[in-house]
DNA sequence: GTCTCGTTTAACCATTTGGTTAAATATTGT
DNA sequence: ACAATATTTAACCAAATGGTTAAACGAGAC
């Protein structure tokens, strides 16, 4: 089944957010990658409901899915989240009327995210 | 570790943001109060609906709602969004491997916004 | 082959969501 | 008192959401 149109992203990526169990989902990938059933197994709903929640969380690419024999591998995706919170914090620094904290957001443009093995980039 | 879940007003939030007429809402507030007949103008729909969005955004906190009279006045309150914004930049943060920009989320509880020419709130 | 495992799909159900129109409420103006 | 204004509430509808169980699918194991 093909999904309908496009509704924009912020919509998915928002509204995957708004369910508690989702959130947890995303939590739990924090520890790097799992796959379906060992993210379904303390949850207690049905294997298909956890499908469903991770295809919710797909759909707004806050996950990328490995597909390796019968088993799928899911990792967190945080690209989408860079939108979510620069949304979200154009408009609450605008409303608390400070915007350093806006800045700081802004000035790491750069599509870059190439390192698993990342160097961090100390602040002098 | 293992943050005990806060969920419900997440999720109020979250699902309020998730809808592209609310955060157009919010983003037209940014501008002052308004009130509810002025925020529907320009937007191709009933009243009712524009009064249900507005209901929607205020159960989740993002707004205020200030009667005088006849009319209602709304303002954005984005105390919320810090929620919010909080557990996204906790997520992509430790996704992405950059930690330091969530210590500056962190650090910012008491409100207190003073310098305008600000360097960052030091702890020492 | 057959059986089990990991997962999705199908079909269904109840509740919520986002919209409508019509009516109600409360306030202001004449 | 009456009418107009600002907004909500009520009643309804279609579609989406979040869950279920049962069936299907694809890959390893025997």
């Known amino acids: 089944m093909r999904r309908a149109p496009q509704p924009l992203l912020l919509d998915l990526v928002f509204a995957a957010l708004s369910d508690a169990t989702r959130r947890g989902l995303l939590s739990r990938l924090i520890e790097g990658e799992s796959t379906v059933g060992t993210l379904a197994e303390p949850l207690q709903m049905s294997l298909p409901a956890v499908s469903k929640h991770l295809r919710v969380l ?11 024999g019968r088993t799928h591998y899911i990792t967190a995706n945080p690209k989408p989240l860079r939108e979510a919170v620069n949304w979200i914090e154009r408009h609450r620094q605008m409303w608390e ?28």
Do not use: H, T, V
């Open 58 to 68: 797909e759909d707004a690419g806050l996950l990328k899915r490995r597909i390796e």
């Open 97 to 124: 009327g400070s915007f350093d904290r806006l800045a700081a957001l802004m000035e790491q443009p750069p599509p870059e995210p190439p390192a698993k093995e990342s160097s961090k980039p100390k602040k002098p």
